[in-house]
């Protein structure tokens, strides 16, 4: 049983930082394809970063330059570095693990990130 849990958010104002956390219990982590979504508030959820099992990243174009994905695969847990926030940041941020050469992919509970002033 795959288990996600996303820590980090809150209320910021814009221009502050954020880090988020998503710690995995999952054997093998370094298999896992991680990835940060986000669901702004009446919106449908998008795709924010992601970080391949070497380590590759790709990210939205809303939040390039802003936001750095990382992952420590000793310790079973991805980052999102958030920087410069503006308020269209605002939504749950949850993360996803998709284990490579197979379908399955698991969701953490979101964590909610706010960004007004």
């Known amino acids: 049983q795959v288990q996600l849990v996303e820590s980090g958010g809150g209320l910021v104002q814009p221009g502050g930082s954020l880090t988020l956390s998503c710690a995995a219990s999952?054997?093998?982590?370094?298999?896992?394809?991680m990835t940060w979504y986000r669901q702004p508030p009446g919106k449908q959820r998008e795709l924010v970063a992601i970080?391949?099992?070497?380590?590759?990243?790709n990210y939205a174009d809303s939040v390039k330059g802003r936001f750095t994905i990382s992952r420590d695969n000793a310790k079973n847990t991805v980052n999102l570095q958030m920087n410069s926030l503006k308020s269209e940041d605002t939504a749950v941020y949850y993360c996803?693990?998709?284990?490579?050469?197979?379908?399955?992919?698991?969701w953490g509970q979101g964590t909610q990130v706010t960004v007004s002033s």
């Open positions: 970080i391949t099992i070497s380590g590759g990243t």
């Open positions: 996803n693990a998709r284990r490579v050469g197979t379908i399955s992919t698991y």
């Open positions: 999952v054997t093998s982590f370094a298999n896992y394809v």
